[in-house]
């Protein structure tokens, strides 16, 4: 073979090769929006008394006092709302006594409404095909789970998504400590990031009728945006865009449990898998997986492994091995070695490892499950 022609195949054999290459990190990488890494991008959350986090908080405390008297239970509850009417309906298997009825009254009062509801209940046991994969500690049911972390804030969340819940709290502290005696329960807020600062916040806030929109306008910049956003000489601040919101809650619009899956999460800055949390005992991995990849995702951030992680599994119902488990930096470096090698993604380990058989979820169904001190997930520890 001349030298010309071994050249020319030397050089068509190192083209290969970098295009294997390149084809590999292609494969082995994440896309800028799967990692959020956007540089325009808008969040919301609600208040505790939005409809569907009225329902998410009853399903929530009705699976609280099943865990509290039997920590075996399994639970799957839905709830809906809708003009007086409460629904409640599900599958529930436990030795615990649980009025219903009186459950759904007490949250739905301390949350701060007054009307009566007339509550429905159709709870059944859970199904025998369902339960013998659970009781041999396989998955509940298939899905997949996304978990998420990011330097960028204490929280360890986006900015935007720690924004939005910050403001909705405060708005229901303004409310429940009367500085603003004119709010109502129902409420959503909405910030806008470009560029790592605030351009819009937005609030719509159930009212008394006795209130101008002025006056609210002007009370809500200076004891809610202000307070949280700092200066907001440079933001647009939007105060209930139509004009008035007197008539909120289930009077104004139904709820159901498990329609804020993105307020619950990272705000739809990243991918979902389509389970919501409230509602579901730990056997259930669209809550308990979920906790988990956030849990894993947030110690590789705090162990220096990346500035931005994504974790993903997938399961199969009664399997108790994921049949996915994955994550990655933002960089696109590959960690599901690590992941794999340091934390067990089977239903009982994770159960056991977050500790999720106890009553702890009424409190996570509303401003968001993430980021709050105290949560099992939350916690770091060194890998």
């Not at 540089?39 to 006092?65: F, M, W």
């Not at 949250?107 to 409404?113: A, E, N």
């Not at 730990?282 to 979920?290: L, W």
Request: charged share 25%; proline share 4%; aromatic share 6%.
């Amino acid at each position: 073979m001349s030298r010309s022609a071994s050249a020319r195949e030397a050089a068509l054999r190192q083209q290969a090769e970098i295009a294997t290459e390149k084809r590999a990190r292609r494969e082995n990488s994440c896309t800028p929006t799967m990692l959020h890494l956007l540089n325009r991008y808008t969040t919301e959350s609600v208040t505790s008394g939005h409809p569907d986090k009225v329902c998410d908080q009853i399903s929530d405390a009705i699976l609280d006092a099943c865990l509290e008297q039997d920590p075996g239970s399994r639970v799957a509850v839905e709830t809906f709302g809708s003009h007086g009417t409460l629904m409640i309906g599900g599958e529930v298997t436990t030795r615990a006594r649980i009025n219903y009825k009186k459950i759904a009254e007490q949250v739905y009062s301390s949350i701060g409404y007054r009307e009566k509801l007339n509550v429905l209940v159709k709870v059944a046991q859970q199904s025998p095909d369902i339960a013998m994969g659970v009781d041999k500690e396989g998955a509940g049911d298939q899905g997949i789970m996304y978990g998420y972390a990011t330097n960028e804030t204490k929280e360890m969340l986006p900015l935007g998504v720690v924004l939005s819940h910050a403001l909705a709290r405060r708005l229901e502290k303004l409310r429940k400590e009367k500085k603003l005696k004119w709010l109502k329960p129902d409420g959503k807020t909405q910030v806008t990031i470009s560029k790592g600062k605030v351009i819009t916040g937005l609030t719509s806030t159930q009212h008394a009728k006795s209130v101008s929109q002025e006056e609210i306008r002007e009370g809500l910049i200076k004891h809610l945006f202000t307070p949280v956003l700092g200066s907001v000489k440079s933001i647009e601040i939007l105060v209930n865009p139509t004009g008035k919101f007197e008539i909120g809650g289930f009077a104004a619009d139904a709820g159901l449990t498990g329609r804020k899956i993105m307020v619950d999460t990272y705000g739809g800055l990243i991918p979902h898998g389509g389970g919501c949390f409230s509602g579901k005992d730990p056997s259930k991995v669209d809550r308990s997986a979920a906790y988990m990849c956030r849990y894993v995702a947030k110690n590789l951030v705090a162990n220096g492994y990346g500035k931005k992680v994504l974790v993903s599994v997938a399961y199969a119902i009664g399997r108790a091995e994921p049949v996915m488990v994955e994550a990655f930096s933002e960089t696109g470096k590959n960690l599901t070695d690590i992941v794999t090698r340091y934390y067990d993604f089977r239903p009982r380990a994770i159960i056991e490892r977050l500790d999720l058989r106890r009553p702890i979820y009424k409190e996570t169904a509303a401003y968001g499950h993430f980021g709050v001190k105290g949560r099992p997930w939350e916690k770091i520890e060194k890998i």
